[in-house]
């Protein structure tokens, strides 16, 4: 046990550079002369908030004349479908339920906030409109009171005598 003596420390070797003594320009310097590989790159957006690339720098969209935004659903439209829901004695909350939709859904395409979506537009049409087809503005009644053929309208008359 005579071997380890407790009061003597040996050093192996030195401490190295720190990270910011072996990035600086004479560290560099030093290991380029030595002969050393000494590899750079520029870390971009580096200790920034930046998570995804922008497209357009700042310059460029200050130059944009054109306003871009998204076409809203028109007052009319709103006003249909307000009609269509109050006709049928329906609650915005209701038509919601129905058409299986939040009710603010339905209060924005009633103000004309909504940004247009066919799927949307389509289930609150069959909700609101009659099934009957007496009811449609292009279903006209035949006119035909007894046996034979029946005339589908004046085009359908041309077709048959062309």
């Known amino acids: 046990m005579a071997e380890s003596d407790w009061d003597t420390v040996t050093v192996l070797r030195k401490k190295g550079p720190t990270a910011a003594q072996a990035k600086s320009k004479q560290a560099i310097l030093a290991a380029q002369r030595r002969g050393e590989d000494v590899e750079t790159s520029k870390k971009w957006a580096a200790g920034q908030n930046k998570q995804h690339s922008i497209t357009k720098n700042t310059a460029k969209l200050d130059r944009e004349t054109e306003e871009l935004h998204h076409d809203r659903v028109t007052l009319e439209v709103g006003k249909v ?47 609101i409109v009659p099934v009957s087809p007496c009811c449609w503005p292009w279903f006209s009644e035949p006119e035909h009171s007894g046996p034979g053929p029946i005339s589908m309208g004046p085009e359908a008359s041309s077709a048959e005598d062309s």
């Open 81 to 127: 479908i307000q009609q269509g829901r109050q006709s049928k004695g329906l609650t915005q909350k209701d038509l919601a339920t129905k058409i299986n939709e939040k009710p603010q859904v339905i209060a924005d395409y009633e103000s004309g906030r909504a940004i247009p979506n066919n799927q949307v537009l389509g289930k609150i049409e069959r909700a």
